[in-house]
């Protein structure tokens, strides 16, 4: 069983960083992916970027791609979002999850944390 815990979110203004870490208990497989996913309100959720457990290969939506970074720190089982230049339109609950099949799916997804919040504004 593999249980994830994100944390980092805040409150910030437009063009700041943020790291939000998510803390991995159990085994994920080295095949799996951890992926960041977030929700706005009233909006769908959406795939934001993930890294493969065992290769450390990479993945962006879009929208974050070249903003946004992934790592991961196998040895103390983190995953961290790096987050720069961020927008109003960043903000939403994050949440972190196995993306089992890695295809930024949400249906393909699991383990899912609670999220944690992050809020761009001026």
């Known amino acids: 069983q593999v249980q994830l815990v994100e944390s980092g979110g805040g409150s910030v203004q437009p063009g700041d960083s943020l790291r939000l870490t998510c803390a991995v208990s159990g085994r994920p497989l080295s095949s799996w992916a951890l992926a960041w996913f977030r929700q706005a309100t009233g909006g769908a959720r959406e795939y934001v970027a993930g890294?493969?457990?065992?290769?450390?290969?990479?993945m962006y939506s879009n929208s974050v791609k070249g903003r946004f970074t992934i790592s991961r720190d196998n040895a103390k089982k983190m995953v961290f979002l790096q987050m720069n230049s961020l927008k109003v339109e960043d903000t939403a609950v994050y949440y972190c999850?196995?993306?089992?099949?890695?295809?930024?799916?949400?249906?393909?997804?699991?383990?899912w944390g609670e999220g944690t919040l992050v809020t761009v504004s001026s």
């Open positions: 999850a196995v993306d089992r099949r890695g295809d930024a799916s949400v249906s393909g997804a699991a383990y």
């Open positions: 890294i493969r457990w065992g290769a450390g290969t990479t």
